[in-house]
């Protein structure tokens, strides 16, 4: 048992050889824990909530041990330096409205969800490869957990609120690139975009808390039905289908009223 925090954990994260596990609370404390070696353990403290944090996939094995964080309206980035190793911390985004999930996209893309939309970015090309605006009518989306949620090679998926919107990823070669013209240049990923379904106009409305695939052609989803906005009336566990959320099951084990979402 690791017990880095005092405060509530935000969000933990492990790299694909599950060597190491970072953790982030809502004081601003963040860790990395190497779980082999308790010799190699990183802390830091911010003055800003750290809401969401990611470890960089190849985490164990890369020299400058990216770790991806989101705190406040910043995007934060910590990279090892090769001189000394200090860890220098650079900001992505800021005053953009503020941060609620922060993952890597594989080794060479990062995403996150703000109060304006999602945002895709490129670690390797340092720099901005799209962004998608959420939904103008889309509900108060502070009151529920924001999951960005990359399944290899291309696609990510944004479960938040009354809205899922799923994007394709695709690598640029370098042949498009210059037939696109040198506005392309650089450029590393291009991205296509799903229409975003709602989860209102479904047959049973709910607010998504939480979703994960569930083998290709359906979701399942942490579900909460609502007495208002922004307060609980049923939490289920549901298999809905992606292309329209219609539930395949649902597992209702919460029951309970006016429970505030943003304690889901």
């Given at each position: ?20 596990v970072g953790s982030s609370d ?107 605006s959420r939904p103008v009518d ?127």
């Amino acid at each position: 048992m690791l017990n880095n925090h005092i405060d509530p954990i935000s969000d933990v994260s492990c790299d694909i050889m599950e060597e190491h596990v970072g953790s982030s609370d809502k004081a601003g404390v963040v860790t990395v824990q190497n779980l082999s070696d308790e010799q190699d353990f990183y802390r830091r403290e911010f003055d800003v909530p750290i809401y969401s944090m990611a470890l960089h996939p190849k985490y164990s094995r890369s020299e400058d041990r990216a770790i991806l964080l989101g705190g406040g309206d910043k995007v934060m980035l910590i990279t090892k330096t090769r001189i000394l190793g200090h860890r220098k911390i650079t900001i992505l985004q800021e005053r953009r409205g503020k941060v609620y999930a922060v993952r890597w996209c594989g080794p060479e893309l990062i995403a996150w969800a703000n109060d304006r939309g999602v945002q895709l970015y490129s670690y390797t090309g340092r720099a901005m490869v799209h962004f998608v605006s959420r939904p103008v009518d889309s509900s108060r989306l502070e009151f529920y957990r924001c999951s960005l949620v990359w399944e290899a090679p291309r696609t990510l998926t944004c479960g938040w609120g009354d809205w899922v919107q799923v994007l394709h990823v695709y690598e640029l070669r370098m042949e498009e690139r210059l037939r696109w013209g040198t506005e392309f240049m650089s450029r590393t990923h291009r991205v296509e975009v799903t229409p975003a379904v709602r989860t209102h106009t479904t047959t049973e409305p709910c607010r998504v808390c939480g979703i994960a695939p569930f083998s290709s052609d359906r979701y399942l989803v942490l579900a909460c039905t609502l007495e208002e906005e922004g307060y609980m009336k049923e939490l289920e566990v549901r298999i809905v289908e992606r292309t329209t959320l219609v539930m395949y099951f649902v597992d209702a084990y919460i029951q309970n009223t006016s429970i505030p979402c943003s304690t889901v």
